[in-house]
């Protein structure tokens, strides 16, 4: 008799894996494996956890008559209780009466379950999660039992991941995309970034990133979040906020990267990643870079054999308690290119580091000189099979020579004003301008442009640009306009500020059109002021 | 080259002086008030404000000390600013005319004598 049972308990179980099941969303899967685990065994409440990307923790995702499990967003800790021992021991556990059982979720009790059996969901001898049923009247689970509730959870283990990957993957790569940076638009630095997601079910926690500093000058980051997956890639979501907080804060990048290595301390203890900070002064060409155990950044100068930095071996972020982050300087002068990269550019399993270094530097020294089509043919000639098992990084950015005329655009924000003094101050000394011409031609452009934010757009965001251009000779025209409404200055700092424009170039005219308002500033350059 | 703006404050008996170094400008503009407004005490005859270390001031960093010296009047307390000569600093007080509310000296010792010296 019982053996007749036991086989059309075996031939349900089947159908645990039947092909009705594999259209199911993850959801969907979990509530019908349940429903059907509950039927087979003949017990009153059924339940899957599934271990998180940390390894530590078990969650429960779907349950019958333990709705509540799901509901609570409880955590279990994995080696507590009964469902995080059954994932310590990779063993299942019988439980004929809980009121003597070392209990961690207080649901178990509440619901008034008197036997449990739970056994371990296993994919290539890797713990996933747990399954356990449970019974209201006391009820000790043979070995039968045991061996077709494994069973279920062997086939569950397997449909379970597909899904997890294929879902996982989804939310990554959505991750992914909402994290990578608009590049900022800089006069005189071109910028532009790859992200290359990997190729296999690994999932990775690449990032690169580039922002405009409070004081006009340009941070770039590249980092890789040491592990795999989802939680990886939300670590990297995590660093790369805690990156710019800091950098906005106006730390240099050594102290960023300390910053930031407390901050993943703090997030996840054991948890390292690999970061490479700069900051860039665009218009001087002034940088100072930073690393926490990341591959060398390449420069190359123009006529140059491009090069791998050269900078003292560093630990990664996370990797200790007490660490330091020193500052080095150099000089990107323009025409020089800087290219940042992540080790799934460069690394291929069947070969070592130093090929693919070698490759790098071969593919800049006779890449293009627009970065966009250079970004193209690295990721050409380094990953010519797509990428593999890692996922890859890269930011370029190149100091550009300023030409005959400066045309840029800013947001309309304070913030924006000292970098376009910067500009304008650089292009100034390029077109022959003494320091007193650079010191007040700029104050008087800064002056247009906050008058241009504080009074062109209200609270609405808006663009200022500024020209600059020379009538061949020595009189310089600055222009500074805005797209917004004209409303006259108030307050007395405003009218101090037309006569500080007034006072510092040799005239002004404000042109207002339907379009907008347009201050232009004209000054003779290189003469000594009698 | 870091940009940006530092406000120190000494007192030499009864007279605060405040050494402004950096951009005096409209990004600094906000924190460096509170600093600057908030050196002023009760017992003090004056307050020195000391730009030799300021590299720029624009019309916002001008109107904060307009703002002071007509807060000091209120007080009958006296502002004395030290302006290094010849730079893009004197030229702009110049041109704002800060010498209508303000004393201006060459150095931050002449201006604390000035001051102490009623």
């Keep these: ?530 | 080259m870091t940009p940006g703006a530092e406000a120190n404050v000494e007192y030499h008996d009864t007279v605060g002086v405040v050494t402004l170094t950096g951009e005096v400008d409209i990004v600094q503009a906000h924190q460096l008030r509170e600093r600057l407004l908030g050196a002023v005490r009760n017992e003090d005859l004056g307050v020195v404000v000391d730009l030799t270390r300021a590299s720029y001031i624009d019309s916002v960093g001008v109107s904060l000390l307009f703002e002071l010296a007509e807060r000091l009047t209120e007080r009958q307390l006296r502002l004395a600013v030290v302006v290094p000569k010849g730079g893009l600093v004197a030229r702009v007080l110049g041109i704002v005319n800060l010498g209508s509310v303000a004393e201006l000296h060459p150095s931050a010792d002449d201006a604390i004598a000035a001051i102490r010296g009623g």
């Design chain 1, 1 to 530: 008799m019982k053996s007749r049972i036991a086989s059309e308990r075996l031939r349900d179980l089947q159908s645990i894996t039947d092909a009705a099941l594999a259209y199911l969303p993850l959801e969907g899967l979990l509530d019908e494996l349940l429903t059907r685990v509950v039927g087979i065994l003949g017990v009153d409440t059924s339940a899957i956890l599934l271990l998180e990307d940390d390894d530590s923790t078990l969650i429960p995702r779907a349950a019958k008559g333990l709705e509540e499990e799901v509901e609570r967003g409880i955590r279990i800790p994995i080696g507590r209780g009964f469902a995080g021992r059954i994932a310590a021991t990779r063993s299942p556990v019988r439980i004929l009466n809980l009121a003597e059982a070392d209990i961690y979720n207080p649901i178990l009790r509440e619901k008034g379950l008197q036997s449990l059996l739970g056994v371990p969901l296993l994919l290539e001898g890797e713990v996933m999660g747990v399954l356990h049923v449970g019974t209201l009247t006391p009820r000790a689970f043979d070995d039968e039992d045991v061996e077709l509730l494994q069973r279920a959870a062997d086939r569950a283990a397997l449909a379970i991941s597909s899904r997890l990957t294929e879902r996982e993957r989804g939310l990554t790569d959505a991750l992914q995309r909402s994290l990578m940076p608009r590049l900022p638009e800089l006069p005189a630095v071109a910028l532009a970034g790859r992200y290359l997601p990997a190729a296999s079910e690994r999932l990775g926690g690449d990032w690169y990133d580039a922002f405009t500093l409070p004081d006009g000058r340009l941070g770039m980051a590249i980092g890789d979040v040491v592990g795999h997956g989802f939680h990886a890639a939300a670590i990297m979501g995590q660093l790369r906020s805690g990156l710019r907080a800091y950098a906005m804060d106006g730390a240099a990048p050594g102290g960023v990267l300390e910053r930031l290595s407390r901050l993943l301390r703090q997030i996840e203890p054991g948890r390292t990643a690999t970061v490479a900070y700069v900051v860039l002064d665009p218009h001087g060409g002034a940088l100072a870079i930073a690393t926490a155990g990341h591959p060398p950044p390449l420069v190359q100068v123009p006529g140059e054999e491009p090069r791998l930095l050269q900078l003292p071996g560093s630990v990664p972020l996370g990797a200790t308690r007490y660490v330091r982050y020193d500052d080095h300087l150099l000089q990107l002068d323009p025409g020089s290119v800087l290219v940042l990269y992540s080790d799934g550019l460069v690394e291929r399993a069947s070969e070592p580091l130093d090929d693919g270094l070698n490759r790098l530097i071969a593919t800049v020294r006779d890449g293009e000189e627009d970065l966009e089509h250079l970004g193209d043919t690295l990721v050409d000639v380094l990953l010519p099979e797509g990428p593999g098992g890692d996922d890859a990084a890269l930011l370029m950015a190149r100091a550009m020579p300023l030409g005959e005329k400066i045309v840029a655009r800013f947001p309309a924000e304070v913030e924006s004003i000292p970098g376009m003094r910067r500009l304008l101050g650089r292009w100034l000394d390029e077109a022959g301008a003494s320091q007193r011409d650079v010191d007040d031609l700029t104050l008087a452009a800064a002056e247009a442009a906050a008058n241009a934010i504080e009074h062109a757009y209200g609270l609405a965001p808006g663009i200022v640009e500024l020209h600059a251009s020379t009538d061949g000779e020595d009189t310089v025209t600055v222009e500074i306009s805005d797209f917004g409404s004209w409303r006259a200055p108030r307050g007395t700092h405003r009218g101090r500020g037309l006569l500080l424009m007034e006072g510092l170039t040799d005239d002004v005219e404000v042109v207002r059109t339907g379009e907008g308002t347009t201050v232009e500033l004209t000054r003779r350059i290189g003469v000594t002021a009698g």
